[in-house]
T-cell receptor
Framework: GQNIDQPTEMTATEGAIVQINCTYQTSGFNGLFWYQQHAGEAPTFLSYNVLDGLEEKGRFSSFLSRSKGYSYLLLKELQMKDSASYLCAVRVLEAGTALIFGKGTTLSVSS | EAGVTQFPSHSVIEKGQTVTLRCDPISGHDNLYWYRRVMGKEIKFLLHFVKESKQDESGMPNNRFLAERTGGTYSTLKVQPAELEDSGVYFC???????????FGQGTRLTVV
């Protein structure tokens, strides 16, 4: 089967750094995506990793280790607007072109 | 550029009724996906269109669900007859190619009572 795990909830304060972890056990691997979703809105693409290493995009960075089945999303200089659900998703070609999602991590940023 | 749009945003229907959800992908995106999120669960794949053809429908739960994409533009997802367990948020997403990021619509919240 396919399994993706991420923490259910996290809290942090404005200006801080937070790391959201994602571990996966899948029958294959063809890329890992991070999406941000505010309540009632569409999931918005944040990052894509297919090779090991760190991808940096402004305040957000994403890391992948394929041998460990592990990724993290790093958010720096947190702002109140970063309060949202963060979704980890894996593409498993053996399962078609679909994305397999984790349940998401709800991040609450306080002042 | 307009994003992925879904209609309606909310729908409340009685068990046994029929509901049709519509998705308009980003113009020029050949790939269109339907996903569903049941309360408390993760977002799950339903099916994938490439233009008007069904590329992968392995996620469709049963034959009460029918998806179409005539002409390769917008898509509809019909649930007939609806059951209580069909309640959830139905997301549509589109992408220019299968291996690029998908852009999601804001979803249709379906409640079956």
């Amino acid at each position: 089967g396919q399994n993706i795990d991420q923490p259910t909830e996290m809290t942090a304060t404005e200006g801080a750094i937070v790391q959201i972890n994602c571990t996966y056990q899948t029958s294959g691997f063809n890329g890992l995506f991070w999406y941000q979703q505010h309540a009632g809105e569409a999931p918005t693409f944040l990052s894509y990793n297919v090779l090991d290493g760190l991808e940096e995009k402004g305040r957000f960075s994403s890391f992948l280790s394929r041998s460990k089945g592990y990724s993290y999303l790093l958010l720096k200089e947190l702002q109140m607007k970063d309060s949202a659900s963060y979704l980890c998703a894996v593409r498993v070609l053996e399962a078609g072109t679909a994305l397999i999602f984790g349940k998401g991590t709800t991040l609450s940023v306080s002042s | 550029e307009a994003g992925v749009t879904q209609f309606p945003s909310h729908s409340v229907i009685e068990k046994g009724q029929t509901v049709t959800l519509r998705c308009d992908p980003i113009s020029g995106h050949d790939n269109l996906y339907w996903y569903r999120r049941v309360m408390g669960k993760e977002i799950k794949f339903l099916l994938h269109f490439v233009k008007e053809s069904k590329q992968d429908e392995s996620g469709m739960p049963n034959n009460r669900f029918l998806a179409e994409r005539t002409g390769g533009t917008y898509s509809t997802l019909k649930v007939q007859p609806a059951e209580l367990e069909d309640s959830g948020v139905y997301f549509c997403a589109s992408s220019p190619t299968w291996n690029t990021e998908a852009f999601f619509g804001q979803g249709t919240r379906l409640t079956v009572v």
